[in-house]
Nanobody, 119 residues
């Protein structure tokens, strides 16, 4: 059974940092792309960042570029999202997700972790 379990959310002041982690289990993700998404109250879920597990290639939403860094740890089977210079508009539930390729839908999702940035 595939599981993606997020952790690391919390409350932080604007300008602060948080590190989210996604623990992946239940299959080999070496051929997958792992992504982070977020959903703020009353808004659509939006893409934040993704990483190709095999190559380490990354992509970011413009809104987080230069502030967030996505990385993976092959030994621990985790994908982390280091979030720096946080803004109140970064407040959302953050989700980890996995898909087989850039043309495939994200088929596995975690339960989400709340990030709240106070001004």
């Amino acid at each position: 059974q595939v599981q993606l379990i997020e952790s690391g959310g919390g409350l932080v002041q604007a300008g602060g940092s948080l590190r989210l982690s996604c623990a992946a289990s239940g299959r080999t993700f070496s051929n997958y792309m792992l992504g982070w998404f977020r959903q703020a109250p009353g808004k659509e879920r939006e893409f934040v960042a993704r990483i190709t597990w095999s190559t380490g290639s990354t992509n970011y939403a413009d809104s987080v570029k230069g502030r967030f860094v996505i990385s993976r740890d092959n030994g621990k089977n985790t994908v982390d999202l280091q979030m720096n210079s946080l803004k109140p508009e970064d407040t959302a539930v953050y989700y980890c997700a996995a898909r087989r390729s850039v043309s495939a839908r994200y088929e596995y999702w975690g339960q989400g972790t709340q990030v709240t940035v106070s001004s």
